[in-house]
């Protein structure tokens, strides 16, 4: 029994090594909304120095200082707006992997748009063209040289 008291409480004292070895955080709420929150905010949040990674999975030490204020600025009561705001003044519009629709930010949002709109265009004015092209009428010079196959194929 003792050994195996000994080998159990050898293996969870690993286990919290390996916990605080990894860097693993441990944060604590009152609330299961305050969480949820959190985890949002942190997922929506990109890495300044992982570039595509949130910062809820990087193990930079620049992401680890954003949850860390993230988690002080949802413990002070503010709102998600201004969680938000207060990130992007400190750290760049960069951090959001939904840019803002800003004066700045219209082409980024509006172009894929325009792009879309000039290309449904460009099929129209094909598909037009191709009409007028097949509807068109045969000239006198046209009608006369297919009568003039026809016949030959008839004749022979």
């Known amino acids: 029994m003792a050994l195996i008291r000994n080998i159990t409480a050898f293996l969870l004292l690993l286990i919290a090594f390996g916990a ?37 999975d990087s193990d930079a030490p620049i992401s680890g200082d954003m949850r860390e204020r993230v988690y002080q600025l949802l413990q002070d009561g503010q709102s998600d707006t201004e969680i938000i705001n207060h990130m992007v003044q400190r750290f760049g519009e960069y951090i959001l992997y939904n840019p803002r629709l800003e004066s700045r930010t219209y082409l980024l949002w509006g172009l894929p748009i325009a792009l879309v709109l000039l290309g449904a265009v460009i ?33 022979s």
């Open 20 to 56: 605080v070895a990894g860097g693993i955080e441990l944060r604590e709420f009152d609330d299961p909304v305050k969480e949820k929150r959190y985890h949002d905010l942190t997922a929506s949040m990109r890495c300044p120095l992982c570039e595509n990674q949130a910062i809820d």
């Open 123 to 155: 099929i129209v004015l094909m598909v037009r063209a191709r009409r007028n092209a097949s509807a068109k009428a045969l000239s006198a010079e046209e009608r006369q040289r297919i009568e003039a196959l026809t016949n030959r194929k008839g004749a």
